[in-house]
């Protein structure tokens, strides 16, 4: 009896230990501004850092204030915790996002006429955000986020820099 009860004891803390490790979030910014779905999936590591995994795609056809047509950017990242005392919550990231889609460049041919042509690109960008994040006790989570990256392989028709800002809510589980 003796030996089960500490079995129980030692699965309800384990448990514990593992509560509240894992965060899904939607930036509503990309959402309301660029007519995008931003998704992230962030694991905590420990108390002071996590690692995760975004995923951009667009919802319309629209050109970004860039002037490329993303078709989608994965984006991993590892993000180290700062607690400052009642500034809690700042963080740094650093990233590497693979970023694909279509860059129209417009030629004017010498004789007036406007030639248009489409190049398709895929590159991966490294770079470093900072940002601050609110999680209330019930798990709900909010995040600002500003930082960029830069494209390494110079793929024709990639951008040069990558942005990486957001407002994200979700919650942790």
Request: no cysteine.
């Amino acid at each position: 009896m003796k030996k089960l009860a500490i079995i129980s004891l030692l699965i309800l803390g384990g448990l514990n230990m593992n509560a509240q490790q894992h965060e899904a979030k939607i930036d509503v910014l990309d959402l309301v501004a660029f007519k995008s779905l931003d998704v992230t999936y962030q694991y905590l590591l420990n108390e002071e850092s996590a690692a995760g995994l975004s995923l951009y795609v667009p919802l319309s056809d629209n050109n970004n204030i860039f002037s490329h047509k993303v078709k989608f950017t994965i984006t991993p990242f590892y993000r180290q915790y700062f607690p400052l005392g009642a500034v809690e919550n700042i963080f740094a990231e650093a990233f590497f996002a693979v970023n694909s889609g279509t860059f129209e460049e417009s030629i004017n041919d010498g004789t007036g006429n406007t030639i248009t042509s489409k190049i398709d690109y895929t590159d991966g960008a490294f770079g470093f955000a900072v940002g601050k994040a609110y999680v209330s006790p019930r798990g709900f989570v909010a995040e600002a986020f500003v930082g960029a990256g830069r494209n390494l392989f110079d793929t024709k028709g990639s951008p040069s820099f990558v942005p990486r800002i957001g407002i994200n809510l979700g919650y942790r589980f």
